[in-house]
């Protein structure tokens, strides 16, 4: 098993450039998430996707669309990317049996904008 | 406004002692509290969860404790050990529908164990 899966770990744009941040999981979870996380803001959540063809938009959606492959894979587009979207993306999955409110994390995307 | 807040940026224990992590929280339509441990260049780890209607659960060395009248939860690990240094966030659920939980997390406490 490896849970949550992210790539790349690292990436560097131009302002203005688009790219995809992928994500898949293995724990036949329902719901997955896309966090950011900045500098002593804790983790601050983007778009989610309670079940297979369903999205809906977090605390902080704007500049950032999302798409539910299917039941493994969310991924997160940026079109137009901005040096505010500098951060660092973590996506997560939940929906275990008993444990539907925890979520479990990839390792990360580190993005810069330049 | 803050929903979820840890007053405490950073937590310095010696190695065998207890560290007392706090989490306040506004929001009363939290059911669900959780606990994530995260080390540097790494995702979040879930470490310890506690449901609305307890007051305490234990797993191993963590304990978690809610005092819901004061909307406040704690995290304890007895005994500390270095490797437990690294930066803990707060995280309560409220369910979002179809089977989906938010989380909205706290802005974390750095807590360091000194040998």
């Known amino acids: 098993n490896a849970g949550v899966t992210q790539t790349p770990k690292f990436q560097v744009l131009k302002t203005g450039q688009s790219m995809t941040l992928q994500c898949a999981q293995d724990m036949n979870h329902n719901s997955m998430y896309w966090y950011r996380q900045d500098p002593g803001m804790g983790l601050r959540l983007i778009y989610y996707?309670?079940?297979?063809?369903?999205?809906d938009k977090g605390e902080v959606p704007n500049g950032y669309n999302v798409s539910r492959l299917n039941k493994r894979e969310f991924s997160l587009r940026l079109e137009s990317a901005a040096p505010s979207q500098t951060s660092v993306y973590f996506c997560?999955?939940?929906?275990?049996?008993?444990?539907?409110?925890?979520?479990?994390f990839g390792p990360g995307t580190r993005l810069t904008v330049t | 406004d803050q929903q979820v807040k840890q007053n405490s940026p950073s937590l310095s224990v010696q190695e065998g002692r207890i560290s007392i992590l706090n989490c306040d929280y506004t929001?009363?339509?939290?059911?669900?509290f959780l606990w994530y441990k995260k080390y540097p260049a790494e995702g979040p780890t879930f470490l310890i969860s506690?449901?609305?209607?307890?007051d305490k659960n234990e797993d191993g060395r963590f304990t978690v404790f809610l005092n819901k009248s004061a909307k406040h939860l704690s995290l304890h690990i007895v005994p500390s050990q270095p490797g437990d240094s690294a930066v803990y966030f707060c995280a309560a659920s409220a369910y979002s529908g179809a089977g989906s939980y938010q989380l909205t997390f706290g802005k974390g406490t750095k807590l360091s164990v000194i040998p």
């Open positions: 997560a999955s939940s929906g275990g049996p008993g444990r539907v409110a925890e979520q479990y």
């Open positions: 929001n009363s339509m939290f059911d669900y």
């Open positions: 996707s309670a079940s297979e063809g369903t999205t």
């Open positions: 506690i449901s609305s209607i307890k």
